[in-house]
């Protein structure tokens, strides 16, 4: 009996002990050398930026591939609503992560497009803060957690002192009380280069360790950035890769060149060995980015653009095991294009030479880019027609548009690597040259919503009595096709309300976004309310032509919804839809009782 009884004591001890088991990390500075230390062990950060935090049923796969590349530690920017799930799977893996607190940015800039006062939106500095302490009294007992990673690139997004001093304080009061919730992780605030370092110094003492992004040679240079101005504290580069184009200075027919594939290899592999490991107050360093991508930055910057390998993802494997790549990605020895401005539409030839260390079979297309226009346009590749082989050589088509157009050439191998290099051509095209408004071409279907995934609008335009609103993009509840739908729920028993899916959020008009959807005759959707009799007018476009950048067309239609699912069509093949930022639109109004309206299917076809 008391055999068993002993037993089933340390059992629940030792329940208890893992359950609560929090890892204790500290930094310490011992003969001139800062370190990070984890239950009292040096830590070296081989780090990884995250971008796959939302795709939950993955995460095994993902942090398997991340161990057998070497790194221990992923950095996100904020502790989403997967923030438990993605911790225990880092945790199985033996992984760490610098969880993200987000902080809202002064004015729209490289991240997104929002923009913050500091200066005056008291209440939203109040939701900041309370978001923060939530973030850490959470999952501070987790022990995946290596240290609280508060902003990123704030003080880069921000026009004035003013605004700067502001912000400092606010973040000096969330770092002052979440040491006194937590002691055991040490905390990191992330600023672009060296942007932050004066604020930080002046303002911000409860900051542990500066997370500094910085991207090619000028890693190199941060040691001593903080040495020349008296910082006695270590730091951690919070991104790291090949320069970035923001950077670049080198241009072709108005086009930034682009770092050759061997350059974006090298860069990660010698600098991590020549420029971080070797300073004795960086802790280490997180390589962005581990993610997957089709847009502008991921063949630049990304370990995988299309489910397709880069050399991102080789050269952190070589950094932090020394391991080379399994398979050579193709090697573009030469790509070049007419060096004088061309006609829109027109085939011109391409002079490519590849080759490949495995002689596999190579799979060739064509893309271009143009940095114009909207921030979704500016981030669009889009694949242009081309003709030929590479023992015959290679045409394109010229893409219809003005200006300066980047061309890329992609070379997949059977393995699953890509390689990619780019140019610039001058194009000419007055239709192009005058069009009003640019943003991203979408074909028909186009769809606003389908499932809950990669929504292009988002509920960002409340309207009416916005507080009694809620907007669920993945409700269960009610689901006409898949697995979610929209739910609208406006939870007053009078009064009107609004709800419109927009791009970009947060905008009525006032900044370019939208997308000219080609091909459509028809806006579709299905429909729905929890009883019969709710009215709504529902359809799309709703910012008008006194603001900068209006909606092209509007169209809606006003129904009387019952609990069975319903489609609804709107007739739309002479609407103009050059410039659609509002994708869908709902106004409703309660009659002496709450109502939830469910929406699925939405779509321009």
């Not at 090619?216 to 991104?239: C, H, M, Q, V």
Request: some cysteine.
């Amino acid at each position: 009996m008391k055999s068993t009884n002993y037993s089933s004591f340390s059992i629940l001890l030792a329940y208890f002990c893992c359950f609560f088991a929090n890892a204790q990390v500290t930094v310490e500075k011992k003969d001139a050398t800062w370190n990070l230390l984890v239950d009292g062990k040096p830590f070296e950060v081989k780090g990884a930026t995250f971008g796959y935090s939302d795709d939950v049923a993955n995460y095994e796969t993902y942090f398997k591939d991340l161990q057998s590349l070497g790194v221990n530690t992923i950095r996100t920017w904020a502790a989403g609503k997967n923030a438990k799930k993605l911790l225990d799977a880092a945790e199985k893996y033996n992984i760490k992560i610098m969880l993200g607190i987000w902080m809202r940015h002064g004015r729209p800039g490289m991240e997104d497009d929002d923009s913050f006062n500091y200066l005056e939106d008291t209440e939203g500095k109040e939701v900041m803060y309370q978001n923060a302490l939530k973030v850490v009294e959470t999952y501070k007992n987790h022990s995946a957690v290596l240290t609280w990673g508060i902003g990123n690139e704030v003080y880069l997004n921000m026009a004035t002192d003013a605004e700067k001093e502001a912000y400092s304080k606010l973040l000096e009061r969330i770092c002052k009380d979440i040491k006194k919730i937590d002691q055991n992780h040490p905390i990191t605030s992330t600023e672009a280069w060296t942007f932050g370092l004066d604020w930080w110094q002046k303002h911000v003492p409860s900051i542990d360790i500066y997370g500094l992004n910085s991207y090619g040679a000028g890693a190199n240079f941060l040691s001593e950035e903080l040495l020349k101005r008296n910082i006695d504290k270590p730091y951690i580069i919070t991104e790291f890769n090949v320069t970035g184009e923001w950077d670049i200075k080198n241009v072709q027919n108005g086009v930034k060149v682009e770092p050759s594939d061997e350059e974006k290899y090298t860069t990660i592999v010698d600098g991590y060995n020549k420029w971080i490991k070797s300073k004795s107050n960086c802790l280490g360093v997180y390589i962005f980015h581990y993610a997957n991508g089709n847009d502008f930055i991921s063949p630049w910057l990304f370990t995988h653009y299309n489910d397709l390998y880069r050399p991102t993802y080789w050269a952190i494997r070589k950094a932090y095991t020394g391991k080379e790549p399994t398979n050579a990605i193709p090697k573009i020895d030469t790509f070049k294009l007419l060096e004088t401005a061309v006609q829109s539409n027109t085939w011109i030839p391409v002079n490519l030479k590849v080759t490949d260390a495995e002689n596999e079979n190579l799979d060739i297309h064509f893309y271009y880019n143009q940095r114009t226009g909207s921030r979704k346009r500016r981030d669009q590749l889009t694949k242009i027609n081309h003709r030929g082989s590479l023992t015959d050589g290679f045409e394109v088509q010229v893409p219809k548009e003005h200006g300066a157009v980047k061309i890329y050439v992609h070379v997949q191998d059977s393995f699953n690597n890509v390689g990619i290099a780019s140019t610039g051509i001058a194009v000419i095209d007055e239709a192009a040259k005058n069009k009003k408004y640019l943003v991203p071409k979408v074909q028909a279907p186009f769809y606003v919503y389908k499932d809950g995934n990669d929504l292009p609008y988002i509920p960002t335009g409340y309207m009416g009595n916005y507080k009694a609103i809620a907007v669920d993009t993945q409700s269960t509840e009610e689901v006409h096709s898949g697995k979610y739908a929209i739910k609208i729920e406006y939870k007053a028993q009078s009064g009107w309300y609004g709800v419109a899916f927009v791009d970009p959020k947060n905008d009525w008009g006032n900044i370019l976004g939208g997308y000219e959807i080609e091909g459509a005759k028809k806006f579709s959707f299905w429909a729905k309310s929890d009883f019969d009799g709710v009215y709504a007018t529902i359809g799309f476009g709703l910012i008008d032509k006194d603001k900068p950048f209006p909606d092209t067309a509007k169209k809606s239609k006003e129904i009387k919804l019952t609990s069975k699912w319903k489609k609804y069509t709107l007739k739309i093949k002479r609407a103009d839809l050059s410039c659609i930022r509002s994708g869908l639109v709902l106004f409703s109004s309660s009659r002496g009782f709450s109502q939830n309206i469910y929406i699925d299917e939405v779509v321009f076809e």
